[in-house]
């Protein structure tokens, strides 16, 4: 299968701006057009930028705080962005720890760009990710991949967590809607199973617009018709940045 350069868009990730000069550049000599290339100088950045625009690959490096390359793959795998949660991701990374290599492939990402970036590796490495068959949308079968950081067990973990105690605390009301009338960003009064029994999402959780749009493309494999949410807004709960 060929390749179209030209026209795909390229999210560069990296907190050192030699790094994302030369990757720009070998992409630009790929033939990526320079109005296509986003550039974001950490995970947080990334992270808006996923959720603002269409992108169709995604180069990032490992090494960042407080959001690292593992935890923007995790956050765009289990859907909570705007982009596909299947999108091609490769790291950049100068020494690949074997830890990091193991959480990576278990967040189906697409290979590894050692640094400095050789353009040769690189294309190689771009055009196995493009072509490759993708994972399955599925964006609740990443929840449990922990990626080590303190921004993972904040957002997945003691976020969560607290949201849970508040229903309980306050008594919010709640109610059960039916999949086409919850909104995104709607908060879990209940743990989510699919039609199996699997726990999908867990009681506290906040329910995205890409899973909301999955569990309706998909009826026949998640089998969701209704979810109970809180009907009251979260001001309780905060979620200051995370610290190493």
């Known amino acids: ?32 057009a320079p109005e296509n290339l986003s550039q974001a100088v950490d995970g947080s950045f990334a992270k808006r ?22 935890d923007v793959l995790k956050d765009l795998r289990c859907g909570r962005t705007n982009n596909p949660p299947n999108l ?37 490495t771009l055009r196995l990710a493009l072509t490759r068959p993708r994972p399955d949308i599925d964006p609740f079968s990443y929840y449990k991949v922990a990626t080590g950081t303190a921004f993972d067990r904040h957002v997945f973990g003691e976020l969560v967590t607290q949201a849970s105690l508040l229903l309980d605390e306050n008594d919010k009301p709640m109610q059960r809607l039916g999949l086409g009338a919850v909104k995104p960003g709607s908060r879990l009064a209940r743990d989510l199973y699919n039609k199996t029994g699997q726990l999908l999402l867990q009681r506290g959780s906040e ?32 979620s200051p940045p995370p610290t190493a």
């Open 88 to 124: 091609p991701f490769v790291f950049l990374s100068g020494h690949p720890e074997k830890s990091n290599i193991v959480v990576a492939a278990q967040l189906h990402a697409d290979g590894f760009i050692i640094k400095p970036p050789k353009p040769a590796d690189m294309e190689k």
């Open 1 to 32: 299968m060929t390749v179209d350069f030209s026209r795909l868009r390229a999210l560069i990730v990296d907190d050192q701006m030699l790094v994302r000069t030369l990757v720009a550049q070998a992409l630009r000599t790929m033939g990526f």
């Open 207 to 238: 329910i995205t617009k890409t899973q909301l749009r999955v569990l309706r493309q998909f009826p026949e494999r998640f089998g969701v018709d209704d979810i109970e949410i809180s009907c009251e807004p979260d001001s309780d709960i905060t």
């Open 49 to 70: 930028t996923l959720e603002a625009k269409p992108i169709d690959i995604v180069l990032c490096d490992v090494q960042m705080e407080p959001m690292n390359g593992l």
